[in-house]
């Protein structure tokens, strides 16, 4: 490709009419009929010819264009195809700009061993994926400063403000992993990110919970039959969180006893083994009844695929116009015991899957209480589940 002499000049550009002019060496100027303008360079190679865009004018000046004219001329003169060439460059640039995106999934990995199940719930980083990475994903972490992290959290910072706190943290997290790569990276950015939003307002409330009163008559109102219905029922029964229950499988029912995988349990990180769940007869007939609806193993199977999600039970209670929440019938349960019986604290702590007292306590401790667990859920679920309401009682466990 021979390099003729310069034939343009900067200041007859901003007066060319619309048209393509050589400035020689593959290098044109096109003036577009709606007055915008760019560069563009012309080359052959393997017998074919390309047109390569060298970007607008006047952002890029006639010598800027030159420059990179020449640039890319060498690039055929060594027999490589100079779009392709330059594609390649850039898919190698972002792959070392260290993204947030790449830079917190590699941190997520780091970390899966601390977390419960190896994270596979996605709690840990389901923060960043809905609120974080959408907006800074691209960056180079590099390049983020307080400012962005202000923006980018701002929307959620006081009507999500648990949510928020938590994404702050991960972002902190992937900041020091960052830094630890030998990334120049602002490790008070999160702090300064936080001075700037300000204090949060939003105060975390309980999860409202139905009076343990109340419970028989909403337990009895669920005989439609229907699969969220069965879940609710047995949610209420045994008192446990809704994730295991979701994820029940027949094949951890022995008898009158379900056990729950120890990685379901929220809040037992110092606990190695599964958690024995008794079963009161009701419990069963529930059980025996959901039967039905079992797919793949799973008691509670989605019409999709997988089980039924998080919100399902929680929906159905909407739509009667309650503020309570399913998890909410762990503290009925809790003070229908306080209230009507005489359980030792450490027996009804069992039951909902808390672990309690010291470390030397506990290690001393080689029982789950669930003789004394089977008796009083099977009081709980009569005391429900009874076509009438039962005279308060106090109950000698």
Same mark, same amino acid.
């Given at each position: 490709?021979?390099?003729?002499?310069?034939?343009?000049?900067?200041?007859?550009?901003?007066?060319?009419?619309?048209?393509?002019?050589?400035?020689?060496?593959?290098?044109?100027?096109?003036?577009?009929?709606?007055?915008?303008?760019?560069?563009?360079?012309?080359?052959?190679? &393997?017998?074919?010819?390309?047109?390569? !865009? %060298?970007?607008?004018?006047?952002?890029? #000046?006639? +010598? /800027?264009?030159?420059?990179?004219?020449?640039?890319?001329?060498?690039?055929?003169?060594?027999?490589?195809?100079?779009?392709?060439?330059?594609?390649?460059?850039?898919?190698?640039?972002?792959?070392?700009?260290?993204?947030?995106?790449?830079?917190?999934?590699?941190?997520?990995?780091?970390?899966?061993?601390?977390?419960?199940?190896?994270?596979?719930?996605?709690?840990?980083?389901?923060?960043?994926?809905?609120?974080?990475?959408?907006?800074?994903?691209?960056?180079?972490?590099?390049?983020?400063?307080?400012?962005?992290?202000?923006?980018?959290?701002?929307?959620?910072?006081?009507?999500?403000?648990?949510?928020?706190?938590?994404?702050?943290?991960?972002?902190?997290?992937? &900041?020091?992993?960052?830094?630890?790569? !030998? %990334?120049?990276?602002?490790?008070?950015? #999160?702090? +300064? /990110?936080?001075?700037?939003?300000?204090?949060?307002?939003?105060?975390?409330?309980?999860?409202?919970?139905l009076h343990w009163q109340d419970v028989p008559s909403f337990?009895?109102?669920?005989?439609?039959?229907?699969?969220?219905?069965?879940?609710?029922?047995?949610?209420?029964?045994?008192?446990?969180?809704?994730?295991?229950?979701?994820?029940?499988?027949?094949?951890?029912?022995?008898?009158?006893?379900?056990?729950?995988?120890?990685?379901?349990?929220?809040?037992?990180?110092?606990?190695?083994?599964?958690?024995?769940?008794?079963?009161?007869?009701?419990?069963?007939?529930?059980?025996?009844?959901?039967?039905?609806?079992?797919?793949?193993?799973?008691?509670?199977?989605?019409?999709?695929?997988?089980?039924?999600?998080?919100?399902?039970?929680?929906?159905?209670?909407?739509?009667?116009?309650?503020?309570?929440?399913?998890?909410?019938?762990?503290?009925?349960?809790?003070?229908?015991?306080?209230?009507?019986?005489?359980?030792?604290?450490?027996?009804?702590?069992?039951?909902l899957g808390h672990v309690s007292g010291g470390a030397v306590?506990?290690?001393?401790?080689?029982?789950?209480?669930?003789?004394?667990?089977?008796?009083?859920?099977?009081?709980?679920?009569?005391?429900?589940?009874?076509?009438?309401?039962?005279?308060?009682?106090?109950?000698?466990?």
């Amino acid at each position: 490709m021979a390099h003729a002499k310069h034939k343009l000049t900067s200041a007859e550009l901003k007066a060319k009419a619309p048209g393509k002019y050589a400035d020689g060496g593959g290098l044109w100027f096109h003036r577009r009929p709606d007055g915008g303008a760019q560069w563009f360079l012309r080359y052959t190679i &393997f017998a074919r010819r390309h047109e390569m !865009g %060298l970007g607008s004018f006047p952002d890029v #000046t006639l +010598k /800027a264009a030159r420059d990179e004219a020449h640039k890319w001329r060498a690039v055929v003169r060594d027999g490589k195809d100079a779009i392709k060439e330059r594609e390649r460059q850039r898919r190698e640039d972002e792959r070392n700009m260290h993204i947030l995106r790449d830079i917190a999934e590699d941190a997520f990995e780091s970390r899966k061993a601390e977390l419960k199940g190896d994270g596979t719930a996605g709690r840990w980083f389901s923060p960043l994926e809905l609120h974080v990475l959408p907006k800074l994903g691209k960056m180079p972490v590099t390049q983020i400063d307080q400012r962005d992290i202000r923006d980018t959290l701002a929307p959620i910072w006081h009507t999500k403000a648990s949510t928020a706190q938590k994404a702050m943290d991960r972002l902190r997290i992937c &900041f020091r992993h960052a830094a630890a790569l !030998g %990334l120049d990276v602002d490790l008070q950015a #999160t702090d +300064k /990110a936080k001075a700037l939003l300000g204090k949060q307002r939003h105060k975390v409330q309980n999860i409202p919970a139905l009076h343990w009163q109340d419970v028989p008559s909403f337990y009895q109102s669920l005989d439609g039959g229907s699969l969220t219905e069965l879940a609710l029922r047995l949610l209420i029964l045994t008192a446990v969180r809704s994730r295991p229950l979701r994820f029940m499988r027949l094949d951890q029912i022995d008898g009158d006893v379900w056990t729950i995988p120890a990685e379901m349990m929220k809040g037992r990180k110092d606990a190695t083994s599964d958690f024995r769940v008794p079963l009161s007869r009701e419990a069963m007939q529930v059980i025996e009844q959901a039967s039905a609806f079992a797919r793949d193993g799973f008691l509670f199977p989605s019409v999709r695929k997988g089980v039924i999600s998080d919100a399902t039970m929680s929906r159905m209670m909407e739509r009667r116009g309650m503020a309570e929440r399913p998890h909410g019938f762990r503290s009925s349960f809790r003070d229908w015991v306080a209230e009507t019986t005489n359980t030792p604290h450490e027996v009804a702590e069992t039951c909902l899957g808390h672990v309690s007292g010291g470390a030397v306590e506990r290690a001393y401790r080689r029982t789950d209480f669930l003789e004394q667990r089977r008796a009083l859920m099977e009081r709980w679920a009569d005391s429900i589940s009874a076509t009438s309401h039962p005279d308060r009682k106090v109950v000698h466990i």
